[in-house]
């Protein structure tokens, strides 16, 4: 069964204001891997599980067509009310039950979205979808991240840290998926060309403010919120005020990296 985690207004809001796009160095992973693998297939590109839009726009540079899909009518209301190119188009509805006729998909991707899916039932859509010779490109960002400015970034990130392990007590089972680095989902895809890639860094420009934005878009924190709301109105306040203090800055507009390993799952049906 899948899960349903993003389903409020204001939660997906702040998904869109506060989450990621793929990095550089995803990018060029998964393009270098379409290249060689799939020069052609062009037209048409699914992003399942696409959230407020970030993986889709980024896919709308290289694609005729682009679709993103979610199952949250929250997260498809904030996508398609943010600015994109006219190649991009947005649906409810589940990972499992895709619109799209059968072999018509250049590229299935998901960004940090596929362990929300019923594995099994996701992979059938992936296969009956999926033209002879197109690609699969499933990734997502782990829970190795870390905070660097000047010469305080060890600290800073143990403080990141010490936030995200009170989050992770409220973490749905998912997340193991995560914490595995997508192992299982990767054995279930049912191409036999095939590759996991768990070393992936990217450095991403962000701000204070943006750090604990970001805190506040992931599903542990909004579990959090409705068990223990006191607590959780506490929690990231506390943590920027010791970043700002450890920086020795004083405002949350203070630029940082952000650095973040991702895992990709790279798939090609044979033509």
């Known amino acids: 069964m899948a899960a349903q985690m993003f389903e409020g207004t204001q939660h997906a809001a702040v998904y869109l204001k506060y989450r990621f796009a793929p990095g550089k160095e995803l990018k060029d992973i998964i393009l270098t891997y379409l290249q060689e693998k799939a020069p052609s297939c062009t037209q048409l590109a699914v992003d399942v599980g696409c959230g407020s839009g970030q993986g889709t726009a980024f896919l709308a540079e290289h694609f005729a067509k682009v679709v993103g899909t979610d199952i ?17 188009s947005y649906l409810v509805c589940p990972a499992e039950e895709l619109p ?69 007590k409220y973490s749905h089972s998912r997340v193991k998926h995560v914490l595995e680095d997508y192992k299982e989902i990767f054995e279930a895809l049912p191409f036999p060309d095939k590759k996991r ?15 604990v934005g970001y805190l506040e878009s992931v599903s542990p924190y909004q579990v959090f919120m409705k068990n223990d709301p006191e607590a959780a109105k506490t929690l990231l306040p506390g943590m ?20 973040v390993r991702h895992v990709c799952i790279l798939g090609h049906r044979e033509a």
Not at 141 to 165: N, P, V
């Open 72 to 88: 949250s009518h929250a997260q498809i209301q904030e996508a398609k009310a943010a600015p994109s190119p006219p190649n991009i």
């Open 100 to 168: 799209f006729e059968d072999a018509s998909v250049d590229l299935l991707a998901s960004f940090t979205a596929a362990h929300w899916f019923d594995i099994g039932k996701f992979m059938n859509e992936v296969k009956r979808v999926l033209r002879p010779g197109g690609c699969v490109a499933i990734s997502t960002y782990t829970i190795d991240m870390s905070l660097h400015y000047g010469d305080c970034s060890e600290k800073l990130t143990q403080i990141f840290r010490e936030a995200w392990d009170q989050l992770l």
């Open 197 to 211: 890639i768990t070393s992936i860094y990217d450095k991403i420009p962000m701000t204070v403010a943006g750090v």
């Open 240 to 259: 920027e005020k010791r970043l700002l203090e450890t920086m020795g800055a004083p405002s949350r507009d203070t630029p940082l990296e952000f650095w």
